[in-house]
Nanobody, 124 residues
Framework: QVQLVESGGGLVQAGDSLRLSCVVSGRTSSLYGMGWFRQAAGKEREFVSSINWSGDTTYYAGYVKGRFTISMDNAKNTVFLLMNSLKPEDTAVYYC?????????????????WGQGTQVTVSS
């Protein structure tokens, strides 16, 4: 089994930065990659970013516009999401996810394991 635990969310002002962390435990040898999704109040969960386990392939949602950076520390089995220049529209619960099969990285169905989520709130 695989377990994911997110942390790093909080309340910040527009223009500030946050660094989210997701610690992965369990049978990590079965994983192809990691992803970050977010869900704002009253909206559907959406793709933010993804990275393969080796860390050499990354994808970003268009609305990130170069502000976010995904990375991995394989020695600590941890994936990060550095969020710069935060905007009020970035306010959401951010979820870490892991996939054990090849598939479309922007599709929630491609991911087998999910964390509990961490709240990010950006004030204007």
């Amino acid at each position: 089994q695989v377990q994911l635990v997110e942390s790093g969310g909080g309340l910040v002002q527009a223009g500030d930065s946050l660094r989210l962390s997701c610690v992965v435990s369990g049978r990590t040898s079965s994983l192809y990659g990691m992803g970050w999704f977010r869900q704002a109040a009253g909206k559907e969960r959406e793709f933010v970013s993804s990275i393969n386990w080796s860390g050499d392939t990354t994808y970003y949602a268009g609305y990130v516009k170069g502000r976010f950076t995904i990375s991995m520390d394989n020695a600590k089995n941890t994936v990060f999401l550095l969020m710069n220049s935060l905007k009020p529209e970035d306010t959401a619960v951010y979820y870490c996810a892991a996939r054990s099969q090849r598939g479309p990285v922007i599709n929630m169905a491609a991911y087998d394991y999910w964390g509990q989520g961490t709240q990010v709130t950006v004030s204007s």
